[in-house]
């Protein structure tokens, strides 16, 4: 089974700090995903990512860069969190092709 | 841009009864995947079911490509599998899936 594993699980930010939020995958995934999950949305494409050294912009940017400095890490950071920002985000990997995505457990997030 | 529609929104159901969930497309899907989330938990894979029917325990998926929708099937309900479904599409050679908003099921005793 594949294993995604992201930290902070619960994390309080003020409005204008820093916030990095981290995933790693033990599965040499390929592609690695970060979405933002809030009521009414389904689940929003942030960033993703081919591999290492790779990101792409998602549906919903603005706001967020992503960093993915090896095969297993991929990070989302928001540089000016703003309430707005407040949300689920879950990051999850896959290998590509006609395949499953495998999601880790939830990051919380709340900007004040 | 593509986009994924489910219906209905929601949905209770006494345990025992079957649930029938439906997901339209906006474009040709290579890619067609359910998800289950628990209240408060992360999303699991059911179902990966670009075309065809497919089954798995109490789960049967049918997608038909060409009307751009697919179905969940849920016989037999029990009370475990209330939460929400997710839809989810990939096209065109993207790696990025879209997702639906989910059915929410709610399954009483």
């Known amino acids: 089974e594949a294993a995604v594993t992201q930290s902070p699980r619960n994390k309080v930010a003020v409005t204008g700090g820093k916030v990095t939020l981290s995933c790693n995958q033990t599965n040499n995934h390929n592609n690695m995903y970060w979405y933002r999950q809030d009521t009414g949305h389904g689940l929003r494409l942030i960033h993703y990512?081919?591999?290492?050294?790779?990101?792409e912009k998602g549906d919903i940017p603005d706001g967020y860069k992503a960093s993915r400095p090896s095969q297993e890490n991929f990070s989302l950071i928001l540089e000016l969190a703003t309430p707005s920002q407040t949300s689920v985000y879950f990051c999850?990997?896959?290998?590509?092709?006609?395949?499953?995505?495998?999601f880790g457990p939830g990051t919380r997030l709340l900007v004040l | 841009g593509q986009q994924v529609q489910q219906s209905p929104a929601s949905l209770v159901l006494q345990e025992g009864e079957n649930a029938e969930l439906q997901c339209n497309f906006s474009s040709t899907a290579t890619q067609l995947q359910w998800f289950y989330q628990r209240p408060g938990g992360s999303l699991v894979s059911l179902l990966y079911n670009p075309s065809g029917t497919k089954h798995t325990g109490r789960l049967t998926s049918t997608t038909v490509t060409k009307e751009r929708r697919s179905s969940l099937h849920i016989s037999s309900s029990q009370i475990t599998d209330s939460g929400t479904y997710f839809c989810?599409?990939?096209?065109?050679?993207?790696?990025?899936?879209?997702f639906g908003e989910g059915t929410k099921l709610t399954v009483s005793s």
């Open positions: 990512s081919y591999g290492a050294g790779s990101t």
């Open positions: 999850a990997s896959a290998d590509g092709g006609p395949d499953t995505q495998y």
């Open positions: 989810a599409m990939k096209g065109g050679g993207s790696a990025k899936l879209i």
